[in-house]
């Protein structure tokens, strides 16, 4: 006859060994974490408060940079937003998939092209090992039915699938200051849509960051016992910017400041969902921008901090922004100097969620996982910069090497063709003020190289950005 404490001891092993044990979920990864990337529009380097803005106000963007990992080598696959996106949902440089063009930068409501449906997003590779999939906000990558999110993995939508100062509307004789800076919905037409319906038009953007944090949280909710990916895209801060009443005219910063801190008040709801359902160890939030501050928008524009110039540009105010990841008990809390990209979100995931990276083609991005788990930094250490189709910039460690330079969205935006690249050591002089390709012959080398073996792998496809309808 055996001892009651013999029973006792059995069944306790019982628990542990079959994952009841409350120690053992928490000390072993989930193999299907869920994933969440914030992506805002036109958010600057210098525009968290954890980045260093002294007026714009972000505790919870904040908080999830001090419970994780704070990014200050972060970077976009493109200065503008469409081949931005591209970048991110595909893990290739957007001249692969032909989503950047030297015809238009990016998409508008009119373009015939988008996506090519032969691209594999992440929301296809999460959907490979069952994850739920949302796209919540703006879309930017073809608003044919065929190229919507529907089309690309996405079981949900909902946002403007476009840019939020597209479809201009009695705008006739209002000067664009009137338009932009006392701006109204009435002048952005924008279709808001749910899956592939139209809903709402304009959509009325007073509410619309609200709305999609509203989303975010509900869908968070409603798939709490399935893994899930939720890809919640901001259309602000890219201009026109609008608020809820609830945060006008709240930040020091102005309106600009009341857009980010009602994006920032979204992150702190889904964090506290997080929390109450008992998510947040096993949910990789990741918050970046799509590319940096649209400048000529005076104080209705970003800041890039320290860094040169912004949206548009290669120069690092236009494509290295911040970069934010949190996993409580699995991402090592800390300052991060490697080098990352949204091109390395794709492989990331990918690997965190044990789903096979494509074999039929290139993919551009590197697993961060080992810095994220503080296992060791097998970050990135090349970077291409594209302007359009054209390679303008590169970067090899500490090093970027111009061959052309050219400001964005002035009047006249002054191309110049470096006959002798200017290099840069983006560590000692991250402000790109020092051309140091005189005394480093042979890093000038090394970097022009790297740039015709990455030009060798790639292969022309169609332009996707050039055609359109009228
Ligand atoms: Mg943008």
Redesign the pocket.
Known sequence: MKSANYYFLVFTLFLFNSGFSQNKISEEPNNKPNIIIIFA??LGYGDLSCYGHPTIMTPNLDRMATEGQKWTNFYVAAS??TPSRAGLMTGRYPIRSGMCSDKSRVLFPNSTGGLPTNEITIAEQMKKAGYVTAAVGKWHLGYQKEYLPASHGFDSYFGIPYSNDMDRANAEGVSHKEIFWNADIKYFNVPLIKNETEIERPANQNTLTKRYNDAAVNFIKKNQKKPFFLYLAHNLP?VPLFASKEFLGKSKRGLYGDVLMEIDDGVGKILKTLKETGLDKNTLVVFTS??GPWLVYNDHGGSAGLLKDG?GTSWEGGMRVPGIFRMPGKIKPGTVTEIGSTLDLFTTVSKMANIDLPQDRITDGIDLSSILYGTGNDGRENLIYYRGQKIYAARKGAYKLHFITQTAYVKDTKKTFHKKPLLFNLETDPEERFNIAIENPEKVKEIEKMVDEHKSGVKPVKDQLAERIN
Do not use: M, P, T
Request: proline share 0%.
């Open positions: 529009d036109d503008v937003c890219h799509d590319n949206k």
